[in-house]
């Protein structure tokens, strides 16, 4: 069986504007942001800084939590980022060279990423399960 994972990730400008997205390839998203091709609010916003990301096995499992941190105030966005990476840092800020952010926004990105070096949280159905079979 493939090995899937999709990302929950939040962008950020300069001036800390967010951005909370979620995509099954996130170097080629974030390249999108960094390039200013991602049309919208990101262009518009300059969102170009991913402050934030978590990783799921499940598509249904990141679409629910990215529309439930859309949901949040400010202020509680702010407190997640600040959980891992308080000083904001860019953290895909070694990820491409000036040529590669210089070119095509669609053309394949290599990066070395490890997906098994991220936080993982596990499904609604997993935890059900875990929870059940765990005694009682």
């Known amino acids: 069986m493939p090995d899937?994972?999709?990302?929950?990730?939040?962008?950020?400008?300069?001036?800390?504007?967010?951005?909370?997205?979620?995509?099954?390839?996130?170097?080629?998203?974030?390249?999108?942001?960094?390039?200013?091709?991602?049309?919208?609010?990101?262009?518009?916003?300059?969102?170009?800084?991913?402050?934030?990301?978590?990783?799921?096995?499940?598509?249904?499992?990141?679409?629910?939590?990215?529309?439930?941190?859309k949901a949040w105030r400010r202020e509680k966005r702010v407190a997640l980022i600040e959980s891992i990476n308080p000083l904001w840092d860019d953290l895909a800020a070694t990820w491409y060279t000036a040529e590669e952010l210089a070119r095509d926004p669609y053309a394949r990105v290599k990066i070395e990423f490890d997906p098994s070096k991220v936080r993982t949280f596990p499904s609604k159905e997993e935890l059900v399960v875990k929870q059940s079979g765990s005694g009682g």
């Open 4 to 69: 899937y994972h999709f990302f929950v990730y939040i962008m950020a400008s300069k001036s800390r504007v967010l951005y909370v997205g979620m995509t099954n390839d996130l170097t080629i998203r974030v390249f999108q942001h960094k390039t200013g091709r991602h049309k919208g609010f990101t262009q518009r916003y300059r969102v170009h800084r991913l402050v934030y990301f978590e990783s799921y096995r499940y598509v249904n499992s990141a679409i629910a939590r990215e529309k439930e941190i």
